[in-house]
């Protein structure tokens, strides 16, 4: 019941981040640091809707895209980039409401085929679309400082990314605290039972997605503001969405620390892999990393986190 | 006493089949009274229409005086009426006490009341002692108690047990029937379904006696086993072959 561990644990992770951003000057290093908590920070917001809720969505690229694409449209029509926090917020939700209406109250797999179909079509919207950029997408104009949201160098962009991880997490901390974090674990784990207490489903789902969209979208303002340059395959790809699904699953579904987990056996997993196997275009590396995969999902298909908590829970005694 | 429930010409056709075909019952608040017919009679599509899990073709539902039916799921918890199911439906990874809380944030938003007041409720089942056992990992006697204690947290003022006695060793069944009793003095009006009528004998006050989708006996248990249309749905009766018999032309 108590959130002290994980207030600790959060600590140390922020005090650790904090001596990296400010000690450590190797590019490579503070580039991993950085992509492992964005990372973290879109799998916790997967994790809210397809965790917690339990409606797996393959579409959330298109919330980290609103972020981006907010902010290359605020910077390049010389709006300050701060101002794409609200606006690509804002847009996520409601494009997380419109898809969500229909589909989140049904049974089966309608709500993840919408959210293939609706990435699909705002992938096509946004490569079609000239005030979108098209499929060339945008170069941000460089600047410095923290009102155009740049730095040269990448000590304060990880402190950024630290900010979003903490706020993501003690969001999550405070969701398994609340009414709404038991109501969706109760509709995951058997809707007919939790609408018989009164709960109601389609509206407490559609508040998990749009606050899960927003999350993801806080995250795509901040990798385009590192990046300087967004188009379509880097933030609205079926690719990136498949990869935020692993991060939750392999971490482990619907636990507070899985998407942390999770992002940091993809990041170090991914480019050690791609160290030791990759180049010479040959896609070794790619077949390790799924093979290790596919193995995670075989033997611990609760993911690390999962499989941690029910070893707890065994040992306590709770499960006969 | 005026009934906490009202149910006229409720009726729920699936295709061409009809379910229910005109069931009529009256709960008086603070009784309890039993639901009963043979298998197949209609007995959990008419608590599922009364819950509001299903939506009834025709008929009224009237609770506390306001008709009910067709009203959504989730709100007719709201408006007092909590259930458990025939087949159990745990939160299957939900601790006994979370799954407690579920019901009881209903009425209490903030959490830690929501748990003070699912402790208490579990005191009075008696499941405090597994209340941090996975709900999945209970004997079915347990789950049926883990149900009951998740319905009244949400502080119903009619509570639907669908065969709550159903696989209960008869030791079980004797602590069901004691906690019947006590819920039924803390003010809880019962309505509930059994199979098997010698468990509702001794409790109910009144019986309900439904049969082929419609209500063919209203009044007490006692009279309800002499009746001649209760009998004759049970036993596919030998009396129907009597008047026959005696009625030949």
């Given at each position: 019941m108590t959130a002290k561990p994980h207030l600790y644990a959060l600590g140390a992770i922020v005090v650790l981040g904090l001596l990296a951003a400010f000690g450590l000057h190797e590019a490579v290093v503070l580039d991993l640091v950085f992509t492992l908590l964005l990372y973290a920070v879109l799998g916790q917001s997967w994790n809210w809707i397809?965790?917690?809720?339990?409606n797996i969505s393959f579409g959330h690229a298109i919330f980290f895209g609103c972020g981006a694409y907010a902010s290359a449209l605020c910077v390049t029509h010389g709006l300050s980039p701060w101002l794409a926090i609200p606006a690509g917020a804002l847009a996520a939700a409601a494009l997380a409401l419109v898809t969500g209406f229909p589909t989140l109250g049904l049974r089966g797999h309608y709500f993840s085929i919408a959210t293939i179909a609706v990435a699909a079509l705002v992938e096509t919207f946004a490569r079609t679309t000239p005030w979108l950029g098209k499929a060339n997408g945008f170069e941000l104009p460089i600047a410095s400082g923290w009102a155009a949201l740049q730095f040269p160098q990448k000590g304060p962009y990880v402190v950024l990314a630290l900010v979003l991880f903490a706020a993501v997490q003690l969001a999550t901390i405070a969701l398994e605290r609340s009414r709404l974090g038991y109501y969706l674990r109760a509709l995951r784990a058997n809707h007919a039972a939790a609408a018989s207490v009164g709960i109601d489903e389609r509206r407490c789902k559609l508040i998990a997605f749009a606050w899960s969209a927003m999350m993801a979208s806080a995250a795509g303002v901040l990798y385009a503001q590192y990046t300087l340059f967004i188009d379509p395959p880097s933030t609205l790809a079926l690719a990136i969405s498949i990869d935020i699904a692993l991060i939750g699953v392999v971490g482990g579904i619907g636990t507070l620390w899985g998407p942390a987990a999770g992002a940091l056996v993809y990041v170090v997993l991914a480019k050690a892999v791609a160290l030791r196997f990759g180049g010479a275009g040959k896609g070794y590396d790619l077949v390790i990393y799924g093979a290790i995969i596919c193995l995670i999902a075989a033997l611990r298909p609760y993911g690390i986190v999962g499989t941690i908590v029910d070893a707890l829970r065994r040992r306590r005694g709770a499960v006969a | 006493m005026s009934a906490l429930l009202e149910v006229r010409g409720l009726a729920k056709r699936f295709g061409s089949l009809r379910a229910l075909d005109g069931v009529d019952l009256d709960v008086a608040g603070g009784s309890l009274t039993g639901l009963i017919g043979p298998n197949g009679a209609g007995k959990s599509t008419a608590f599922a229409c009364i819950a509001g899990a299903e939506k009834p073709s025709a008929g009224s539902v009237c609770f506390r005086g306001r008709e009910i039916a067709g009203t959504a799921y989730h709100r007719v918890a709201a408006l007092g009426i909590g259930r458990t199911y025939q087949l159990v439906q745990t939160f299957a990874d939900m601790t006994v006490l979370e799954a407690v809380t579920t019901g009881a944030l209903l009425r209490r938003p903030r959490l830690r009341d929501a748990v003070a007041h699912a402790e208490e409720v579990l005191a009075f089942v008696g499941l405090s002692e597994k209340r941090y056992r996975l709900g999945r990992a209970l004997t079915i006697a347990d789950k049926k108690r883990l149900e009951v204690a998740r319905a009244l947290a949400t502080e119903p003022a009619l509570l639907l047990l669908d065969e709550v006695m159903a696989g209960l060793t008869p030791a079980e069944c004797r602590d069901a029937v004691d906690l019947l009793r006590r819920i039924l003095a803390r003010g809880v009006t019962v309505l509930m379904v059994e199979h098997v009528m010698e468990v509702l004998m001794p409790i109910a006050e009144h019986v309900v006696v439904i049969a082929a989708g419609k209500t063919i006996f209203s009044g007490t248990a006692a009279d309800a086993v002499r009746d001649a249309a209760v009998l004759a749905a049970y036993l596919g009766s030998p009396l129907e072959h009597g008047e026959i018999a005696g009625h030949a032309p």
């Open positions: 397809s965790g917690y809720a339990g | -």
